[in-house]
C-alpha cells in the first residue's frame, strides 16, 4: 500500500524521498535557491528550453527537473541523466555544476508569508513584521536556514567557479533573453533568439497562472495547499517596497546589509550598511 508521507511541510506520494540524502551522481547539474526565490519559474523556463517536446507544465515537472523532497528515490534513480535537479540545500560539495538562483530578500520574505498562509503553516491573520522577524530568526516551516546562511554558503564558496552560474532573480525578470541565454550557455543547451523567446513566452506569469487554475491539484508544492491562495502571486521584484513595514525592512537589511550589497542589492539606508563596505 502506497502511504502519504510529509516531510518538511511538503508531501508526496511513493517511498521516502531522499531530500539532503540523495544519492549524487557524477554528471548532475543542480537548479539551487533558498525557498520563494523563484525556482519553479525558472525550472519552468529551463524545461522548456530543454524539452518544447513535452509541453512543461505542472503535471509534469517533476519528471523532467525532479525534485529530492518531492520524488521517490527509485523514480530519481530512474530518471535520465545527465539529471538536472532542483535543490534548496545549503553549500553541498557534492554539486559539482549549479546555477544558483538568489532574490532579494525583502521581497522573498513576502513570498514565504503569502505561501505560509496558502498551505495553512500560519492564519491568515499572522502579523506579517512578527513573521519577518521570524524569517530573520530562520524560524520558518522549512530547514534551509535563513536567507543570509544559505545564499552566503553558496555565494562565499562559489562565486568565482566555473562551474557555478549566479542568476539574479531581478536580472531574469529584466533581461529574460539575455540571462536566459546565460543560462542555456551554462547548461550547454542549443537555442537560438527563437528558442529563447518561446521558453520566456511558455514559462510567462500569466500562462503559469492558467497552468496552475487547471493543475494545482497534479503538483507536489500545491496539491494540499488552498485554492483560494495562488502559488503564482505578482512574480515581481520590487513588491516589498509597498507592502514591508519600514521596521521590517530594515530588519533584513540590518540582517544582511553586507551580502546584500555585495551581491548588488541596494539598502533604503545607509545606517544599517555595515562598517566592513563603509571602509572599503
Known sequence: MIKRLIAGGRQFLGLHAPGRNLRVLPD????VSY???????????IANL???EKNPDFSNINDLIPDPEAMAKRDLDRAPRPRMLKSHDCFDPRF???VYIVRDPRDVALSEYYFDIKRRAIPEDFPLTKFVSRFVRGELNHSHGTWGENVATWFYT????????????????VNGMQELRRIAEFLRISADDQRLAFA????SANRMRELEKKQAHLWSSTRET????????????????MELPASSVGEIEAAWA????????????????????LQK
Open 35 to 45: 525557498p520563494k526565490s523563484g525556482s519553479t519559474w525558472t525550472r519552468f523556463l
Open 50 to 52: 530543454a524539452y518544447p
Open 226 to 241: 488552498r485554492k483560494d491562495k495562488p502559488f503564482v502571486r505578482a512574480a515581481k521584484s520590487g513588491v516589498w517596497k
Open 258 to 277: 553586507t551580502l546584500m550589497q555585495e551581491i548588488g542589492y541596494e539598502l533604503t539606508s545607509v545606517l544599517v550598511q555595515s562598517p566592513y563596505l
Open 28 to 31: 548532475d547539474i543542480f537548479l
Open 200 to 203: 520566456l513566452e511558455q514559462s
Open 96 to 98: 559539482r555544476k549549479v
Open 158 to 173: 562559489r562565486a568565482h567557479d566555473s562551474r557555478f552560474l549566479l542568476v539574479r532573480y531581478e536580472s531574469l525578470q
